[in-house]
């Protein structure tokens, strides 16, 4: 699972591995919320 928007300080493989999914799952819930709330274009 990728993230939905670029996180800086994530570029090596191993940021990428323990840092990426939980970031993909916190950026989807955020979409999420805001498409809810209408923001989202």
């Keep these: ?8 300080g994530t570029e090596s493989a ?9 970031m993909a799952m916190m950026d989807r819930v955020r979409d999420v919320i ?4 209408g923001k989202n274009p």
């Design 14 to 22: 191993t940021k990428n591995v323990l840092v990426g999914t939980p």
């Design 34 to 37: 805001r498409q809810t709330m």
């Design 1 to 8: 699972m990728a993230p939905t928007h670029p996180h800086p």
